[in-house]
């Protein structure tokens, strides 16, 4: 099956900074591309949605200023945290999928998530 | 609204016995239904997916789902579980773009 990495896979930063955070497709063209947030115990929650090229759509919620989304070609976004404060602490984890097959091609492929803790 | 619902959240289960995990899901049409696993600080596996034909299902690992759609379920099983199928098993649903996910079932298997 297709291949999506994310790097780093596991992060600490000091609280103040900014870190960011790679999602590659590795062997397909990602024209849509999502970042999930995951608290401990808990479920995925959809942050935003990018489609190459174009600004990403934040979840109500997400501060968009917060957590910068960009995805500038057909294999890579990137999520930078801003000013990273200890809240932001969490698992991060992108997919991405190919839609320019049409519906069919819904199927996303996730990346192995990146562990970020502020301190 | 559409959504996915996992009504456990946790299942204890002994090694050997067999295991169903239940899916439920809420959609203005049939979505395309996917069962995942996660293992404690890593990403997600695919187990299995539907799209549409055969309502039963066969995925990795031994696992097989059932798509009912007059229960709007999409339950998860395994005759026999093996102590490493112990991790976090999701359940999602898409129909366009965005997935949704359950809340997840915690699976521990006792020895």
């Known amino acids: 099956g297709a291949v999506v990495s994310q790097h780093p896979s596991w992060v600490i930063c000091k609280s103040g900074t900014s870190v960011k955070i790679e999602c590659r497709s590795l062997?397909?063209?990602?024209?849509?591309m999502f970042w999930y947030r995951q608290f401990p115990k808990q479920s995925l929650m959809l942050m935003a949605t990018?489609?190459?090229?174009?600004?990403?759509?934040?979840e109500q919620g997400v501060e968009k200023d917060k957590f910068l989304i960009n995805h500038a070609s057909l294999t890579l976004s990137t999520l930078t945290v801003t000013s990273a404060h200890p809240e932001d602490s969490s698992f991060y984890i992108c997919s991405a999928s190919d839609r320019t097959g049409g519906l069919m091609n819904t199927e996303a492929f996730f990346g192995q998530g990146t562990r970020l803790t502020v301190v | 609204a559409q959504s996915v619902t996992q009504p456990d959240i946790h299942i204890t289960v002994s090694e050997g016995a067999s295991l169903e995990l239940r899916c439920n899901y809420s959609y203005g049409a049939t979505p395309y239904l996917f069962w995942y696993v996660q293992s404690p600080g890593q990403g997600l596996q695919l187990l299995l997916k539907?799209?549409?034909?055969?309502?039963l299902v066969q995925g990795i690992k031994g696992f097989e789902a059932e798509f009912k759609r007059s229960q709007s379920s999409f339950n998860l099983r395994k005759p026999s579980v093996h102590w490493s199928d112990a991790a976090e098993y999701f359940c999602a649903a898409t129909g366009t773009y965005k997935y949704i996910f359950g809340t997840g079932t915690r699976l521990k298997v006792l020895a």
């Open positions: 990018s489609n190459e090229g174009s600004k990403a759509t934040y």
């Open positions: 539907y799209f549409s034909g055969d309502t």
């Open positions: 062997d397909f063209q990602a024209t849509t």
